[in-house]
Every structure is written in C-alpha cells, then in structure tokens.
C-alpha cells in the first residue's frame, strides 16, 4: 500500500476539529481535496450519527450551507473545495459571515510549492484568497519537514472562527494525494471551545424618560430583557429575534411616521444591526440624541451618526417604577397597537356573519357560505401571505426570510410572537437563501427540533440559488424545508424606489425588475421537489398543513 502523507493528516486534522466541536464538513467535489473529503466521510462513519456531511456540487451553495449551519448551531462548520477557481465560490458566504458574526470555516486544498508560479494546471495564488474578509493560514505539503501540527493548528482555526471573524485554511498536498488505511476507530474525547466572552466597555444605566431599544438583526431576546429591565419601549425588526414582550411596538414605521411621537426620544440603544426601514436609520442618525450600541460581534454596529458610544455590555441599576412605564412605555405601546390594528382592518377582509347560521332559512344560511367561500377564495396578497407564515410557525418550527420585499412587507405587519426567525442580514444579498435554510433546517431537526422550517423568498431570490435544491441521493436527514416563494415575475422591490421615477417603465424592466417565465413545477421536479401552485387563501391554508420533507409552494401574486 502506497502511504498518502495527505490522508495521514488530513484524518487527524479533522478529528482534532472533531474533538474541538465540529460536528458538520460541507465538502464539493475536486481531486486535490480528496484526502479531507475521504476523511471527513470515516469521522461521518465512525460518528453514529453525531458527525454529519454535505455533498453539495456547488462550492457557493456549500458555502451558504456552511452559514446555515452555523447559524442555527452557534458553532462553525466546515467547508471544504479543491484548488483552483473552486474556493473563490465561498466568498459571497465569507462576506456574509463576516457581517453577520456568524462562525465558519472554509478550507481550501492547493498545489504544493514546486507548482506554483510555473503554469500548472488548476493552480492560482489562494495564499490570501479572501483579504481581509478571513484570516487565513496558509500549511505547505504534509510530509515536509515542517508539517503543520494538526492539533495546535484546529485548535487556532476553531478559536478564530468563535471570535466572529471567518477563518479560511489553504493547505498543500502532494501526490499521492490520498490512500487507505487511516480511518479512525473511535470518535476522540471531547473538549468543544467556547467562545470568548464579548470584549468591549461595561456600561451602568438606570431607567430614563426619553429611553426607547432597537432590536436589528441578531439582537435576540436581550433585546427584550434589556427594554424590560430599562422601562423602554421596544422596537423590533422582523428577524431581531425580539418581536414580543408587553414593550414592543407593533408597526413602529407608523408610529415613527407620524407628525408627533407618543413622547420625546432622548436615548436610543441599539442591539443587533437594523436594516429593514428608512424610519429606524433615520432616527439613528441624529445626532442630537444620545445613541448607544450594544455590540453582538457584528463587524460594523449601527453607527450612522459617528457619535454612538460601543459598549460590550450594559448593566441597568435599578428596576423602573410602575409610573416610568405608565408615563413613557405606555403611550409608545398604545400608538403601536392602534396602528397595527388599522394595518389589520385594512388588509383582511371581514369575518362571515356567524349569526347568519342560526337562522332557519335556506337563503339566510346560503349567505353565510357565501360570504366564507369568499374569504377563502381572495387572492393572496403580500401582506397576507407574510402573516399567514408568522402565524403558522411555532417555536419548534424555524421561520427564514429571504432578502428583498417580503421580509419589509413582513416587518410592517406580523404581530407578536417568540419565535425562531433567521435570514442573511449581514449584507443582506438574495445568494444562498435556499442553501443557508437547509443548513439551519437539518441542524435544528437533528438537535431534537420537530418543526418545519419554512422560507418565505422572492422568485428571483429562488432562481439565483436554484442549485441549492439539489438533495443528495442516499443522504438522511430529518429536516423539512418548505420553500414559499413570492411569485410576481421579477424584482418588483423596484418599482417603489427611486429608480422608478429615474427610468421609463421599459428600461427599469430590463435591467432591474429582470422578468423571467421559469417554469416553477418543472423546476421543482428536475430537482425531486414536491410542488403546490397557490392563488387563492385557502389554497395558502392548505399547503401551510402539508408536511413533506422538501416542498415549493409557488405563490402567485400581482405585480
């Protein structure tokens, strides 16, 4: 038997990853990789389930898989591509990682010193292929005398992708670039990293009139805690995971909106990074009002005005009295839930006249069925359709918002609730959105979370990551994915910005709108799909109570 130094460390690299917490490798296709993809296949193999790996042909959609994973997991997974022009494909999940704080790894084989520079085939410079969007380290061949030690070097790259930044490992190998005889026996003992605590200044508050909290993406439920501790009203985009609690308030755009706010502000503090509404940023950015950032690791905090003090941590000193919440809280609370009440009455229509049905006549009763056969067979619109998945998800369930129109028609309408909501917000691009949820989705069902994740995403949205559909022939996983795709035949965001009254209607469709005539059922089936064609409400009511593992629901709405 011939021996591959390759194989050699790169099965023992990857049970030092293994040992340190990495539970999911995302490999793609290529030769000079060959070695870490065999590898992580025996870890799959010895693991019994705790260790799990992804196929995906596409190194951009295993770059967003990686994301997802991550995502859901608060760990990094691993991605792992050839040499080449294959690593590039990561960068769009690196940059997103990298805004959004989220861990990931993305390993990258190359050709050993004596190919470079010299024409080789496949061969470029990947020494600092991703600047400074991931530290990078870069190992020469295994077998050389100065092999790097497996243990020290995942022990860095574990430690690194835990502090928010990605971490990219381009690493040599020569031929033969793999052979048997290294599959491990055992998992190894256990010592997962944890991530360090978040640096930054320690600031004290007490409650305060004029204080209200902005909950953007990845503000979570401290959010919440901290509006609470501080008497505040409460704030909360869509995917801040914060929509709920007695503070929040509902359809704050209107209220944000109107000629006079329910009380002065005076203090802003901002948790996560905000995204979704002019009305926010603009408030942001004012610099006459004290503004404070919480950081959650993000590598840019909401800053606008350059005046905001970033703290690390806040800790509130006393707890408001019932007064402060009656004279500052209340009013903020009360302003949102009389908006969002007029932004219901004006959406759905009105319930059938239930005492319709206790009259005796024919023709009375006959009314009744009309009048609910008519609620049902509405068309579907945007707002109702963004409702209708808020409603049906539950904590058990993951909810993930693609970027676009959808996720700000959903920010101006959902309710209260404390669910699990996800989306790429870290730059906020379309690419991915459907690789990223299916990572999110098989992390929380093999973590004992029985729900359906469900994507709601725009038609091009869904086009531009069409390959991530791709499910691997064999693979088990217990996730459910069901895709609800907002289909109006192209990019209609457009049509309320600016652009639309800088450009002739032709030319604002050509280049921005992009329509398409895909044929959504034939696409889904080419990819073994189940697929629901959806119009009308009840219809919508009914693929939301369908269960299969992978399902497109095309949603078709007016432009």
Known sequence: ????????????????????????????????????????????????????????????????????????SGRPAVCIATSGSAPTHFYPAIVEAQHAGVALIVISADRPAELQGVGANQTMDQSELFGTAAKTWNVVAPGSEDEADPSALARELVAGALAGLPVHLNVAFREPLSSLGYAPHQLPELHPLGADPREGIALTLEPAPGTIVIAGHGAGADAENLAVSLGAPLIAEVVSGARFGPHLVLSYRQVLDSRALPTDITRVITVGRPTL??????????????????????????NPSRTAHVVGSIVVLRAPTAEEKTQWVKPWVMAGRIAHQAALDALLPAPPDLALLESNDPATRSAFATQEMGVLRRAVTRGELSLALWEATWPHDRLVFGASRMVREADTIVGSKNITVLANRGLSGIDGTISTARGIAHHAATSGASGITRVLLGDLALLHDAGSLLLEPGAHSPARVHLFVANDGGGTIFDSLEVSQSASAADRDRVLYTPHEVDLEALAK????AYQRVSTMGELTDALGRAEPALLVDVGLER
Do not use: C, N
């Open 277 to 302: 509404s002019r009305q926010v940023w603009s408030l942001l950015s004012d610099s006459t009002r004290e503004h404070i950032v919480l950081s959650r690791g993000e590598s840019e905090p909401a």
């Open 1 to 72: 038997m011939i021996e591959s130094p390759a194989s050699r460390w790169s099965s023992a690299f990857l049970g030092e990853l293994v040992a340190l917490g990495v539970t999911d490798f995302v490999i793609s296709p290529g030769a000079r990789s060959q070695s870490l993809a065999l590898a992580a296949l025996e870890w799959e193999k010895v693991s019994q389930g705790t260790i799990a790996l992804h196929v995906v042909i596409d190194e951009r959609s295993a770059g967003f898989r990686a994301l997802g994973l991550g995502m859901e």
């Open 526 to 529: 080419a990819y073994g799909w």
